[in-house]
């Protein structure tokens, strides 16, 4: 929880209402009733993925939504103001240049596929051009800024009787966590155990074992599995809790990604892209070491699919941010029994 200014009052309050939106619906669903949640992840920037997720929180009728790890896009695409007025930007492998007519559709299309759309003009466009740090400032503010667009959108979209958790995943800068700290209207779930119903805890990790990608929560497994004991030893009761860790388990379907060469391309034999195990084996060993209700995971995009270990009922719902689907499972469970493991997209 970050640290807040003592004559400044208004964190304060934010943090009793999350506090309170933690164990609102507690209080609202009767005892008794099925509790249903919806998990989705790796949104990465896409609008209208989140919009969609959003959506379907709100015709289903979910008691918690969980997105659960890497929120925030990965490039600018920036739309340059020239002399004559018209705009030019590069967009998937082609220049386009449009009137300022055509700037509604360029940003949709561009925040579509989970990039962050800049406009800007010449001048500072060289500027960005000569100038890494530039770059980076311009990539910080649309992501913020991007993020807690998404996060005034659920009053408006969602009932007050979901909850909406997210958890940073390994793409997520840093600043990320500050900027859902301090939003009322969502819950940050690193680190912390979360009370999904009268008899399920929660407890979120977004940190991965290392990748070729080299993100900013990459740690050695043997570092990740003491993250992951010390986040487990918070729970009351680890049988009946969900671990949502952004990683998968290891070598168990969920976590098959393309080998790729030195130069991070895929390798291709025989005509097929090859595909090997890339999860983490600290999340495997303390699932299998625990048997929790429930495993969470994401992270890698072309695993989706739902398999057990042991007694524990995990999910992966993969990915396709880029095209602007949704993917999810919607789960509902009334104590100890699962009654429905669907997986949805749209």
């Known amino acids: 929880m970050m640290a807040y200014v003592l004559n400044n009052s208004a964190p304060l309050k934010v943090h009793k209402i999350k506090e309170e939106l933690r164990l609102s619906f507690l209080f609202k669903k009767k005892k008794g009733e099925a509790t249903k949640l919806l998990f989705a992840t790796d949104m990465h920037g896409s609008e209208g993925s989140w919009i969609k997720f959003l959506n379907a929180s709100a015709m289903l009728k979910v008691n918690v939504a969980i997105c659960g790890g890497d929120l925030t896009g990965k490039m600018i695409v920036p739309i340059v103001e020239r002399e004559n007025k018209e705009y030019d930007y590069y967009l998937m492998g082609k220049t386009h240049t449009i009137q ?22 010449e001048k500072e466009y060289k500027e960005m051009c000569d100038d890494p740090k530039k770059v980076d400032k311009v990539f910080h503010n649309l992501m913020v800024s991007t993020l807690k667009r998404w996060f005034d959108l659920i009053p408006k979209k969602v009932s007050n009787e979901t909850r909406v958790v997210v958890c940073p995943g390994n793409d997520d800068r840093f600043p990320v966590d500050e900027l859902i700290e301090d939003h009322k209207a969502v819950i940050n779930g690193e680190a912390e155990v979360i009370d999904v119903d009268e008899s399920h805890e929660m407890i979120s990790c977004g940190w991965v074992n290392p990748s070729p990608w080299k993100t900013a929560r990459e740690e050695d497994e043997d570092k990740l ?13 680890v049988k009946s809790a969900i671990f949502n860790f952004h990683a998968p388990p290891y070598q168990t379907k969920l976590d098959e990604a393309p080998l790729l060469d030195n130069e991070l391309n895929p390798i291709i034999q025989g005509g097929r892209i090859i595909m090997v195990p890339v999860g983490s084996k600290a999340v495997k060993k303390l699932i299998e070491k625990y048997q929790p209700f429930l495993g969470l995971h994401g992270h890698i995009h072309e695993s989706s699919g739902s398999m057990k270990i042991g007694r524990t009922h995990c999910v992966n719902p993969g990915s396709e941010y880029a095209e602007g689907i949704i993917r999810a499972f919607l789960i509902e469970f009334k104590g100890d029994d699962l009654t429905k493991l669907q997986r949805i997209e749209g």
């Open 225 to 237: 599995e003491e993250r992951l004991e010390k986040y487990i030893s918070k729970l009351k009761n």
């Open 100 to 121: 300022s007519s055509g700037l509604e559709k360029a940003y949709k299309d561009i925040q579509g596929i989970g990039y962050y759309p800049h406009l800007t003009n």
